[in-house]
């Protein structure tokens, strides 16, 4: 249709260097003996993969977007492009690589479920034994997850975690863990004085802040009376959420 991925979202990704600074989190969710490379499977711009640099970690990314492929190489980061995702992960397990952990944020998302149940199962064959899957996707039982799942025309479908958790224990992880994605939020120690001089911020900035805990806490009363309490206290709430498998 002429209109490239970068026209439409391009100007959402914001400043490198505060998207590459809050991905050191997700870095943070590797083990600290990590032996062995870190794939970021549909690295996008490239910001993961910088992270995982400047922490000296042994890294590599694909994605089927040439123009972001290069948008991320042109940050000195590890990236090849790949016309077919699943078909370049099929080549690499039949000759025997595998990798200590994979990442997928913002995948699945753009693929029809039943794309998704295959690529899981080849990411399974992928992860080292011991190794771990992280993925990020839209979450359906957030206030705004319908919100987060339209708002990409690239995007098909995204699973609950409840599902998600299901398909990866099928298709051979021993254990999964589901929660809100990471904040963004830094400490209110951090920031109070950037606000302190402008009231009009201050406001906003606190009831962002106390704001989300409380209004999440009646939502899980919502979905209570519906799925019942032990079902509403464990599901994540956030806009994302965040799932995490050990192979």
């Known amino acids: 249709?002429?209109?490239?991925?970068?026209?439409?979202?391009?100007?959402?990704?914001?400043?490198?260097?505060?998207?590459?600074?809050?991905?050191?989190?997700?870095?943070?969710?590797?083990?600290?003996?990590?032996?062995?490379?870190?794939?970021d499977f549909g690295c996008g711009w490239g910001y993961l993969l910088e992270a995982l640099q400047q922490r000296g970690v042994p890294c590599q990314g694909i994605d089927i977007s040439a123009e972001q492929s290069a948008v991320a190489?042109?940050?000195?980061?590890?990236?090849?492009?790949?016309?077919?995702?699943?078909?370049?992960?099929?080549?690499q397990i039949a000759g025997g690589r595998r990798w200590a952990a994979i990442y997928l944020l913002d995948v699945i998302e753009h693929l029809e479920a039943g794309e998704q149940i295959e690529l899981i199962g080849l990411l399974a064959q992928a992860v080292q034994?011991?190794?771990?899957?992280?993925?990020?996707?839209?979450?359906?039982?957030?206030?705004?997850g319908m919100r987060m799942m339209y708002i990409d025309y690239t995007h098909r479908f995204t699973p609950t975690a409840d599902a998600l958790e299901g398909l990866l224990k099928a298709s051979g992880?021993?254990?999964?863990?589901?929660?809100?994605?990471?904040?963004?939020?830094?400490?209110?120690?951090?920031v109070w004085r950037r606000y302190f001089p402008y009231p009009r911020a201050l406001l906003k900035e606190a009831?962002?802040?106390?704001?989300?805990?409380?209004?999440?806490?009646?939502?899980?009363?919502?979905?209570?009376?519906?799925?019942?309490?032990?079902?509403?206290?464990?599901?994540?709430l956030a806009p994302n959420y965040l799932c995490i498998a050990i192979r």
Do not use: C
């Not at 771990?132 to 359906?140: A, E, F, G, H, I």
């Open 129 to 144: 034994p011991g190794g771990r899957l992280v993925l990020r996707n839209p979450n359906p039982d957030s206030v705004v």
């Open 1 to 39: 249709m002429g209109i490239s991925y970068s026209d439409l979202y391009g100007q959402m990704q914001g400043e490198r260097a505060v998207v590459v600074r809050h991905m050191h989190k997700y870095v943070d969710l590797l083990p600290a003996a990590l032996q062995g490379e870190v794939l």
């Open 173 to 190: 992880f021993s254990s999964v863990v589901t929660r809100d994605e990471l904040s963004w939020i830094e400490p209110w120690s951090q």
């Open 73 to 91: 190489r042109s940050s000195g980061v590890p990236v090849e492009h790949v016309e077919d995702s699943m078909a370049w992960l099929r080549e």
């Open 207 to 236: 009831f962002y802040r106390l704001g989300r805990p409380v209004l999440r806490g009646w939502r899980r009363l919502l979905i209570a009376s519906e799925l019942g309490l032990e079902t509403a206290s464990r599901l994540p």
